[in-house]
């Protein structure tokens, strides 16, 4: 039962700019494959037709194919930890840190339970692989940590270490800093309604995002994000009578205020969103039906909790108020 034998073809076609390859498999010798009841339908499926060199040939028909074939594997924080550790870069002590680091600066977020990268991080990592590709690189990382470890075993002074890595990286600073390029602030697609230049989306000192015209200085109109606009909640004031809005204090909570702030100040909290819990498979109940003010401390409100006992209606302000009461029941409906 000697191997196989096969000739490979591979013919080459040419369409105005494009260009086709075809591959193709002729069995010249089959081998103990012979007893393979697959075979005879196999060989059709491998072999080319003839071809002749220089031919001309018509397309006979032609299809649109997607590409299926699967993204790569998004990252867990365990196969971030495993590149570290391949790669070597870091230590034990450092690679929670390392990912903390990523996380609090915003290059990325959590997702899924997984680490996907935002577009401020994937916007910076380009940027530091143009002008420093010799930091940002996995070879320097790991030339670091063993020129710490030799710091610390006494082979190697800090300060010549120190001289050795800042004076070309303050020299290479100075020059990439003069060329670095800025980006130009985003449009919104709208136009200013003082002087008609396009507004665009700008940060202020603070952090914080606001649209302003492209013309400032000479045009100073401002306003803020569509999503930090004030919607009203269907409700008047019970002080003056205005409309009351949905408001967001400086530290991002959520509050209901009047909108003839700062003539009047009334104010309201917004009721926390209803929670079920693990005896509610498929809540059969609303928000209304369970989501009420207190009785008792007229501040809090009531939310459903759990006990040994199973689920209770309890108050917001707990410890402070110990008001309970029995939880609705479950609809035995579907």
């Avoid at 692989?129 to 690189?137: G, L, R």
């Avoid at 940590?145 to 082979?155: R, V, Y």
């Avoid at 200013?192 to 000192?205: A, F, H, I, R, Y």
């Avoid at 909290?269 to 609303?286: D, E, G, L, Q, V």
Wanted: hydrophobic letters at 25%; charged letters at 30%; one cysteine or more.
């Amino acid at each position: 039962m000697k191997s196989k034998q096969v000739e490979q073809t591979e013919v080459t076609l040419k369409g105005g700019e494009f260009t086709f390859l075809a591959k193709g498999n002729k069995t010249l010798f089959p081998g103990f494959e012979v007893l393979s009841k697959e075979f005879a339908e196999e060989e059709d499926l491998k072999a080319l037709p003839s071809f002749e060199e220089n031919g001309v040939y018509a397309l006979s028909k032609k299809e649109d194919k997607k590409n299926t074939k699967p993204g790569p594997t998004p990252f867990t924080e365990g196969r971030i930890v495993r590149k570290m550790e391949e790669e070597g870069i870091g230590r034990p002590s450092t690679y929670a840190s390392t990912i903390k680091t990523l996380l609090d600066h915003g290059y990325v977020v959590r997702k899924a339970g997984t680490i996907v990268s935002t577009e401020n991080g994937r916007h910076t990592t380009e940027v530091m692989e143009k002008y420093y590709p010799e930091i940002v690189s996995t070879k320097y990382t790991a030339d670091m940590e063993k020129t710490l470890d030799d710091i610390d075993s006494g082979d190697l002074n800090w300060l010549d270490a120190m001289n050795a890595f800042y004076g070309p990286f303050i020299e290479k600073f100075n020059e990439v800093s003069q060329k670095m390029y800025k980006d130009g602030p985003e449009e919104t697609g709208e136009m200013c309604p003082l002087c008609g230049k396009p507004l665009v989306k700008k940060k202020s000192k603070q952090g914080k995002f606001f649209i302003g015209c492209s013309d400032y200085p000479t045009c100073r109109y401002t306003s803020p994000l569509p999503e930090d606009i004030p919607q009203e909640v269907g409700r008047n004031c019970p002080i003056c009578g205005s409309p009351l809005l949905r408001k967001k204090s400086k530290k991002g909570k959520s509050f209901i205020g009047c909108s003839n702030y700062p003539h009047c100040d009334y104010i309201e909290k917004t009721a926390p969103k209803a929670r079920t819990y693990s005896a509610f498979k498929k809540p059969k109940i609303s928000e209304a039906d369970y989501v009420k003010k207190c009785p008792d401390c007229k501040d809090g409100y009531l939310v459903v909790r759990n006990s040994k006992r199973g689920p209770f209606l309890g108050c917001t302000n707990f410890p402070r108020c110990k008001h309970a009461e029995e939880a609705p029941k479950q609809s035995k409906d579907k």
